[in-house]
């Protein structure tokens, strides 16, 4: 199934369209559906060539993988004889046949996915490539794209390499689908606070939605993905963290701290007892890159503030560690898997509380998704929660600020029932205690379920309404 998307196929699209050669980056976290877009993208196109990298192999087994897609694309019953010694006499080999006796005028695609495997998760390959780029690629109208699942590599060793600066014509972080484009996998066919909640749980990655079955409920999906022995969740995080990462134990340090709370860099440091240096900020970049943790600001502070706040953002694993982990050996011994409601016994006491944690997480991280749907875009300066450093009991859960002088608070409700006019008072205190700029007007926004009931909606207190129906849309 493809969904979406439209912005990054628009952006291929202008590219393959271009006069000159184009070298594309493009990286996110796994499973967020990178190759498909790639290959929808390759739809139609004549002249295009896919190579992927296999995890585990070492480089010999790489270039035997290699040589056998090239089989595929040239035929040449000679291939089987030719031991390639590395990728030099690979590209050299590629080159002559594929590259050299190119016909059409249409532009080549080269697409190398998961580069990091190819590489052996080291350096050489992408210098290698930059040799090919220069003296033999470039020139002939091709598109080169390369594309991998570890932020690490592909930021440390692609992006910013020696090798390739300055000749990277686009890059490409691909993240999670936005909630509209997460709806059009159900078909109508579901309630739409239940795919709310599965976002809530799954977030935006698409290879998690392509495994639910829509014809069964939320609980049932869940329990089958997650709460049964042998199920596909059951060692996602193993996946997610431990292989995308070299010293992943450092990685998942930070993971496990930001779990509960959000943290500044200090307080990490103090927690981890890591100095305040450039490695721990690069584990945080890499993090942050791969959609596994956020970051922001209070409003009053500049970007670059010592006061920026880091927290878990993915939402499977605040998921995972919330319900699955504590509960691992009860999920491990359940021997009817068609019949578990291990996950409705280990949630009923405080699932609706973390429902509502999880929908202020999600507002705050689609924060442009929802100014779209209110009609202020393109005025965002930026968006945050707002707290004051003193205070930990006071937090307003999202603020805009806006070009125009305008500060949009907003006040989020996960709530089945109509919100009353009882909200008043409560965002009327929090406005009181907020350091409002000088020259700055206040607006008002609720973000709910459903929506106000009718005395709230006449009071025309607020400024702006989002429900289910303006997100999910």
């Known amino acids: 199934m493809f969904f979406g998307r439209l912005n990054e196929l628009e952006k291929l699209e202008n590219n393959f369209k271009s006069k000159k050669s184009e070298l594309l980056v493009i990286y996110g976290r796994r499973r967020v559906g990178k190759s498909t877009l790639v290959k929808e993208f390759l739809k139609n196109k004549s002249s295009c060539f896919l190579f992927e990298g296999i995890e585990g192999l070492s480089t010999s087994k790489q270039i035997e993988h290699?040589?056998?897609?090239?089989?595929?694309?040239?035929?040449?019953?000679?291939?089987?004889?030719?031991?390639?010694?590395?990728?030099?006499?690979?590209?050299?080999?590629?080159?002559?046949?594929?590259?050299?006796?190119?016909?059409?005028?249409?532009?080549?695609?080269?697409?190398?996915?998961?580069?990091?495997?190819?590489?052996?998760?080291?350096?050489?390959?992408?210098?290698?490539?930059?040799?090919?780029?220069?003296?033999?690629?470039?020139?002939?109208?091709?598109?080169?794209?390369?594309?991998?699942?570890?932020?690490?590599?592909?930021?440390?060793?692609?992006?910013?390499?020696?090798?390739?600066?300055?000749?990277?014509?686009?890059?490409?972080?691909?993240?999670?689908?936005?909630?509209?484009?997460?709806?059009?996998?159900?078909?109508?066919?579901?309630?739409?606070?239940?795919?709310?909640?599965?976002?809530?749980?799954?977030?935006?990655?698409?290879?998690?939605?392509?495994?639910?079955?829509?014809?069964?409920?939320?609980?049932?999906?869940?329990?089958?993905?997650?709460?049964?022995?042998?199920?596909?969740?059951?060692?996602?995080?193993?996946?997610?963290?431990?292989?995308?990462?070299?010293?992943?134990?450092?990685?998942?340090?930070?993971?496990?701290?930001?779990?509960?709370?959000?943290?500044?860099?200090?307080?990490?440091?103090?927690?981890?007892?890591?100095?305040?240096?450039?490695?721990?900020?690069?584990?945080?970049?890499?993090?942050?890159?791969?959609?596994?943790?956020?970051?922001?600001?209070?409003?009053?502070?500049?970007?670059?503030?010592?006061?920026?706040?880091?927290?878990?953002?993915?939402?499977?694993?605040?998921?995972?560690?919330?319900?699955?982990?504590p509960n691992m050996t009860a999920i491990k011994n359940l021997n009817n898997t068609m019949n578990s409601t291990l996950f409705e016994k280990v949630s009923k006491e405080n699932l609706k509380i973390w429902f509502g944690f999880a929908f202020e997480r999600f507002c705050l991280k689609h924060s442009w998704y929802l100014a779209q749907r209110m009609g202020f875009a393109n005025e965002v300066l930026y968006a945050s929660p707002y707290f004051k450093r003193d205070d930990s009991t006071f937090q307003i859960d999202l603020l805009y600020k806006r070009i125009d002088n305008v500060i949009v608070v907003c006040e989020i409700k996960y709530h089945n029932d109509l919100i009353s006019a009882a909200v008043i008072k409560e965002v009327s205190r929090k406005i009181e205690l907020l350091d409002i700029p000088r020259g700055y007007s206040i607006e008002k926004a609720l973000i709910s379920l459903h929506g106000p009931d009718k005395a709230l909606k006449e009071s025309e207190y607020f400024d702006h309404y989002l429900t289910i129906e303006d997100i999910i849309g």
């Open 66 to 325: 290699f040589k056998s897609r090239m089989f595929d694309f040239t035929k040449d019953s000679l291939l089987e004889d030719i031991n390639f010694s590395g990728w030099e006499k690979v590209f050299t080999y590629f080159t002559e046949k594929i590259i050299a006796q190119k016909q059409s005028r249409e532009k080549i695609v080269i697409f190398f996915d998961e580069i990091q495997w190819m590489a052996c998760g080291r350096k050489q390959l992408i210098s290698i490539i930059k040799y090919f780029w220069d003296n033999f690629w470039k020139d002939k109208n091709v598109m080169l794209i390369l594309c991998g699942s570890i932020a690490s590599f592909m930021v440390d060793k692609v992006i910013n390499s020696n090798a390739l600066y300055g000749r990277i014509t686009e890059e490409m972080l691909i993240k999670g689908l936005n909630p509209d484009e997460i709806a059009s996998f159900f078909k109508g066919k579901r309630d739409k606070v239940e795919i709310l909640n599965y976002q809530l749980v799954f977030g935006g990655v698409p290879k998690y939605f392509e495994e639910i079955e829509i014809a069964s409920s939320f609980n049932k999906n869940i329990n089958r993905l997650c709460f049964s022995e042998n199920s596909l969740m059951l060692n996602e995080v193993e996946k997610i963290l431990y292989r995308q990462y070299t010293h992943a134990e450092n990685y998942i340090e930070i993971v496990k701290i930001l779990k509960e709370k959000a943290l500044t860099f200090k307080e990490i440091t103090e927690k981890t007892g890591k100095k305040s240096g450039g490695s721990l900020k690069k584990v945080l970049t890499q993090l942050e890159k791969a959609e596994l943790i956020e970051s922001f600001v209070p409003f009053e502070y500049g970007w670059t503030t010592k006061f920026r706040k880091y927290r878990l953002s993915d939402e499977f694993l605040r998921f995972y560690f919330k319900y699955m982990e």
